[in-house]
């Protein structure tokens, strides 16, 4: 792995949006981290994308809902690619329906992969970047609902995502003047 490369971390990126992520990443020359709950899937995933790629990868298991989990995913990408230059919050879960009809343990599953994990994500790069002492791109994936534009049978995951929009536009002032692009 060349030093001058850069290095991304896609949370959620097994599968959807966040593979074609990591996968164009790589051809761009930057080293991915494919993180998902499965640590074998992650593996596997990485190993697939990375082969005949200008860049290296590395997979690892993240449960984003965990602080401790995305802390430990920093630190890992830190100790095997030399550092993090990119965190790209991408994990998400969309469970549709009537509001009526979602239970409560999904929509606080729906709540706490899509907004906890973007919480979690955001505050372990901005530390991250701010420890390194250099500077580093925040990302975070949205989706339907975003733009507080009506979803029909999708209430639940289309607030969750209004939410992160307010909190990333929150984070953009907050981190005004920092080395964090958000």
């Known amino acids: ?31 991915v981290v494919v993180s998902s709950t499965n640590a074998e899937e992650a593996r596997t995933v990485a190993e697939e994308i990375g082969r005949d790629m200008p860049a290296s990868t590395l997979g690892l298991a993240c449960d984003v809902t965990r602080p401790e989990d995305v802390n430990a995913l920093w630190a890992q990408t830190c100790v095997q690619m030399g550092k993090v230059d990119i965190w790209i919050n991408n994990a998400g879960l969309a469970l549709g329906g009537p509001l009526m009809q979602i239970t409560d343990e999904d929509m606080r599953s729906m709540l706490d992969v899509n907004v906890m994990g973007v919480v979690h994500g955001c505050r372990t790069a901005i530390r991250g970047f701010a420890q390194a002492e250099h500077a580093g791109a925040l990302y975070t994936m949205l989706g339907a609902g975003a733009d507080g534009s009506l979803v029909p049978q999708m209430s639940g995951y289309a607030a969750s995502k209004v939410a992160v929009t307010y909190l990333m536009d929150c984070l953009a002032e907050e981190t005004l003047g920092t080395p964090v692009l958000t």
């Open 1 to 31: 792995m060349p030093e001058s490369r850069k290095t991304a971390v896609v949370t959620g990126s097994t599968r959807g949006i966040g593979r074609a992520l990591a996968e164009a990443l790589l051809t761009r020359g930057i080293n």
